[in-house]
């Protein structure tokens, strides 16, 4: 079977409150994207235009517009896009300008290598850092809800 049949065959199964409930977090979660990604994710899911649609404003092939729009929901439901909104509150300011370009943004490390100025090296080892006190945090909150 392929790919896009198992993601059809979901569809159908879900009922249509289901799909609207998780429409709606992709929109709650898209704020915290940077203005140009939540623009076009908004479109897409809140306005329901098509990729089509999108491709055609944006002067972009389809294949492109789609590959943006699928990695934008790949971020927004990504363990770690989670993660950074829930504990976002209890990053200091760096930390959270950290976050804001590398989870949020989508900015790879070498991106943020360059525009910072510092070694490849050095962004991975403080998205490391970052990435573990993200852990350590939501293992906390899980702690403190078991109790």
């Keep these: 079977m392929s790919r896009m049949a198992l993601d059809d065959t979901d569809v159908e199964r879900d009922n249509r409150h289901t799909?609207?409930?998780?429409?709606?977090?992709?929109?709650d979660l898209a704020r915290f994207l940077p203005p140009d990604d939540r623009a076009?994710?908004?479109?897409f899911l809140e306005h329901g235009h098509s990729v089509a649609a999108l491709a055609l404003l944006a002067g972009q092939p389809r294949l492109k517009m789609r590959r943006r729009i699928n990695g934008l929901v790949r971020r927004l439901t990504s363990r770690e896009y989670g993660l950074a909104v829930r504990h976002l509150s209890a990053l200091n300011p760096a930390e959270q300008e950290w976050v804001s370009q590398w989870i949020f943004g989508g900015r790879s490390m070498r991106a943020q290598s360059a525009s910072r100025g510092q070694s490849l090296h050095s962004v991975r080892m403080v998205l490391r850092r970052l990435r573990r006190k993200l852990d350590c945090l939501e293992a906390d909150?899980?702690?403190?809800?078991?109790?």
């Excluded at 799909?19 to 709606?24: D, E, I, P, S, V």
């Design 19 to 27: 799909l609207f409930a998780k429409r709606q977090a992709l929109i």
């Design 141 to 147: 909150a899980q702690r403190g809800a078991a109790r």
């Design 40 to 43: 076009l994710a908004m479109a």
